[in-house]
Structures are given as C-alpha cells and as structure tokens.
C-alpha cells in the first residue's frame, strides 16, 4: 500500500469513528507525514475536549527513598540498599515536602520512590493517612505500579490487598510511571526485574476494578522499535475498554545521562529521541487511543518549545508544575517553571489556560488569556 492510500485508510477510519489497527500505528510511527498527523490529532483532540482549551494541574514530585533493588537500566536515580548515598525519609520529612508544595497552592503531590523492600506497610498507610489529615486540599498521587509489587511482596500480601488498603486509606488515584514499554522484549532488557507486562497491567486493573484512578505513561527512546510501541499502546487501550480508569496518556523520551544503559544506547548508534519523534508520537497517540480523554504534552522532559509545540499535535494537557523532580535530575535533566510560566506558555500556543485537579475536574479558567487562533 502507497503511503498516500496509507494515509486516505486513516482519515476514512477516523471520520467513520473505526478503530485503528496495528499496520495504522506502524505507518504512523515510521511513514505518515507529520503535519497531516498532527492535523488529524488536533480534529480528534478538538472531539474530546474544548478546542481553545489546555488544562495544567499544580502539583510536586518528591520522593521518599531512593533506594532500590530493582537495578533498571535507563535510571540514573537509584541506589543500592548500603550505598553512602541512599536515604530513606521517615513520615514527618515527607509531610514536610508535601506540606511545601501544599503551601505553593499544589492540589496534587505525585509521589514516588524505589523499590525499598526494608519498608513496612504500614509507612506507606500513613503516608496515605497523613497526607489527607494535615492537607486535605492536596490529592494524593502516589506510588507506582512497580511500588506497590514491592509492598506486597515485603507485607506478604497479594497486590489487591495492598491496593485495597491504600483505598481503605483514602487514596484513589495512582501514577503511571514504570511502565516503561509494555513490551516483554522491551522490558526484560531494561527493567528485568520489574517483570514482564503483566505486572504493570494486574496493577492497573485491579486499581481500576476497585475505583481507583491512573494513569498511563509510556517512556521510549531507546530500545524499542514501532512494534513495540503499537503493542504498549493495545495494551493500554485493551485495558482502558474494561473499566475507562486511564485519565491520560503520558509519554517522555529517555534521558541516557549516568544511566546504566547510557553506553550500551550510544554504541548502538541511536541518535537521543527528539521533537521530531515526540511529536510523532503525541500525535499518533492521540488518534490510536481512541478510548482515551486526555493527552498530557511535556513541557518538563521534552523542553518548554516542545512542549508549547505539542499543544498543536493532539494534546490538551501541559502537565505539571512540578515543583520538585528529582529522578530526571539525576540523568543531568533539569527543567523547571512556575504557575505563572505554565500558564503564559499555554497561552503563547494560543490556548486559554485551565487549572485542574489529578481527574480532571476544572478548578480555574484564566480569563485574561487570549482567545485561541
């Protein structure tokens, strides 16, 4: 098939509201034209949600421990349980940096660490507990899938029951980190002992199943290849079926600096992901994920003009303001902004600005920003 048929299938399938296949996603991700992605991204973006619209949410991204025995290859973050430089915070220094971010006006904390099997379940409770005690205004986003694996194995308990308590605690919505690519090829290369695509998915569903909330990320950029991307998104888009419990999808390129898998990238000869590829991806996403409400564009991890760019390309979120990030930092990335910037950069990609809560729910339209063009 021609890449002008290619592309004419696409657009028949999206005016006909037909789900795309897996041959769409590969031309997409390889062959289709970038502006004519882009083009379709924002018709379907513009379907789902207001077209002169883009939400953003208050938030910070602190983390508890940063000892992990986990040993993936793209984090430049973690440290082995004895090493000088591993920390684990107790409840009072975490509630600290909850509290500063609560005290900044963030309604979300997105909280993470690694996978500490020294830590008891009960911390992580009262994590949960404390949390909604002394700052009932701030959301509780915490802990990843790959987390919760750790508390069950550590309390002896099934994932289920781990989530079960979490929710008993208070806490209904959970982020999407460790997903990586939901590709057992992919995985067991780069994060091997996390498990293969399962025990993200049985984490996710069974969040879901109980109420819960989260979302979907997806990292790549470095070892994987289309077909592995069109599987994380059938994967994701599987699941979202079940239960609609996603609220967005959340990608990001790899940051290779002081990673294990640094060297082993650069002698591959793979050029480091770039807009190009983060737009294409954005965009492709947009219209794969049929089932999704929201893409979250990146004005942390791709850079703010990427990021402003994006909004162009089928997104309808900028993310957070993250006020702390330290796990990007490690690799020598480091980006940061104010409510203030969030919002004169949304502004500039001629969008009004919208303040939300982690599921979306509007808080704050800014009236004083410029109509969209």
């Known amino acids: 098939m021609t890449a002008a048929r290619a592309l004419a299938r696409i657009a028949d399938k999206l005016q006909a509201n037909e789900r795309l296949d897996d041959s769409d996603g590969i031309f997409m991700l390889t062959e289709a034209p970038l502006t004519d992605l882009g083009r379709f ?3 379907v973006r513009n379907c789902k949600s207001p077209a002169d619209e883009v939400t953003f949410v208050i938030d910070s991204n602190p983390n508890y421990t940063n000892i992990c025995v986990t ?11 004895g090493h000088a430089e591993g920390y684990t915070l107790t409840v009072e220094e975490v509630m600290e940096k909850v509290g500063n971010a609560a005290r900044d006006g963030a309604t979300t904390v997105l909280l993470q660490g690694g996978h500490n099997p020294e830590i008891p379940l009960q911390f992580y409770i009262d994590l949960v507990t404390e949390s909604l005690r002394r700052y009932p205004e701030v959301t509780p986003h915490f802990f990843t899938a790959s987390e919760i694996h750790t508390m069950a194995k550590a309390s002896d308990l099934t994932t289920r029951e781990v989530l079960e308590k979490l929710r008993a605690a208070g806490q209904y919505s959970l982020p999407g980190g460790g997903a990586e690519i939901l590709s057992d090829r992919v995985r067991m290369k780069v994060a091997a002992k996390k498990g293969g695509v399962d025990t993200w998915i049985q984490v996710h569903r069974e969040a879901h199943e109980l109420g819960m909330k989260s979302t979907a990320t997806m990292m790549y950029g470095h070892i994987e290849e289309p077909e592995d991307i069109v599987e994380h998104w059938n994967h994701i888009r599987e699941l979202q079926d079940l239960h609609h419990g996603f609220t967005a999808f959340v990608p990001w390129s790899y940051k290779r600096g002081n ?28 219209l794969f994920l049929d089932n999704f409400d929201h893409v979250q564009a990146t004005w942390f991890s791709e850079g703010k003009k990427t990021g402003v760019v994006a909004l162009n390309f089928g997104a309808d979120d900028f993310g957070g303001t993250l006020f702390e990030e330290n796990v990007h930092l490690a690799t020598g990335h480091d980006n940061k902004t104010t409510v203030e910037e969030t919002k004169l950069l949304i502004e500039e990609a001629g969008f009004v600005p919208v303040q939300r809560t982690t599921l979306y729910e509007r808080l704050r339209r800014f009236e004083t920003a410029q109509p969209a063009v």
């Open 41 to 43: 991204a924002v018709e």
């Open 259 to 286: 990673t294990p898998m640094q060297k082993y990238v650069e002698e591959s000869g793979r050029k480091p992901a770039g807009a190009a590829q983060y737009l294409r991806i954005l965009a492709a996403s947009r």
């Open 71 to 81: 040993d993936c290859a793209f984090c430049a973050f973690y440290r082995k349980p």
